[in-house]
């Protein structure tokens, strides 16, 4: 069971909890739920799952407070978090993306085979980390420009580690990116 991807499913909806969790297991991935944004952390926390499913409006922790709360741990804070929304509100929609939500789906227009597309889609990274080379071309140029150690060493985040560059693919399809300098 160790191979499979787990996917955590947090909705009050328990009709529509169980709907996506029989889709999501017959094809094959191992499927963990939660009735609400508290027990869906607390799960979050104990199993470490590959990608979060969450509802928005539930009792006790709604969605947003549960992605806030992912975000402050450590443990938690890499998760990939997919909402599938009742109401389909443009506000509910910014605010996710804001909070770094990976996805935002309409639960009555998301067929369950859509759900899967959208959850392996999500775990498909376009995203690469670069190491830089500080003998390498416009290094020291790069490093004055973004003003930082021109020996690529992080200083506050993560004393020790190494500054890379990391760029994520656009969607357009060519070759372009958006490009962040990160600390491994």
Do not use: W
Request: aromatic letters at 6%; proline letters at 3%.
């Amino acid at each position: 069971m160790h191979n499979l991807i787990q996917v955590l499913l947090v909705d009050d909806d328990e009709n529509s909890r169980t709907l996506y969790a029989e889709s999501l297991r017959a094809v094959n991935f191992e499927v963990v739920e939660a009735k609400d944004g508290l027990e869906g952390l607390e799960l979050a926390t104990k199993h470490a799952p590959n990608i979060i499913v969450s509802g928005i409006i539930m009792p006790r922790m709604d969605g947003f407070q549960l992605v806030e709360s992912l975000k402050k741990n450590v443990s938690t804070m890499h998760i990939p978090v997919l909402f599938l929304s009742h109401l389909g509100r443009g506000e509910d929609e910014k605010r996710a993306k804001e909070l770094g939500v990976a996805n935002f789906l309409l639960r009555d227009m998301t067929t369950p085979n859509e759900m899967v597309e959208a959850i392996n889609a999500c775990l498909v990274s376009d995203t690469y980390v670069l190491g830089i080379d500080a003998f390498n071309f416009d290094a020291e140029k790069f490093a004055k420009a973004f003003n930082l150690n021109t020996d690529f060493i992080c200083s506050e985040e993560k004393p020790g580690g190494r500054i890379t560059l990391t760029l994520k693919k656009n969607k357009k399809g060519d070759r372009s990116f958006d490009a962040e300098v990160t600390c491994s």
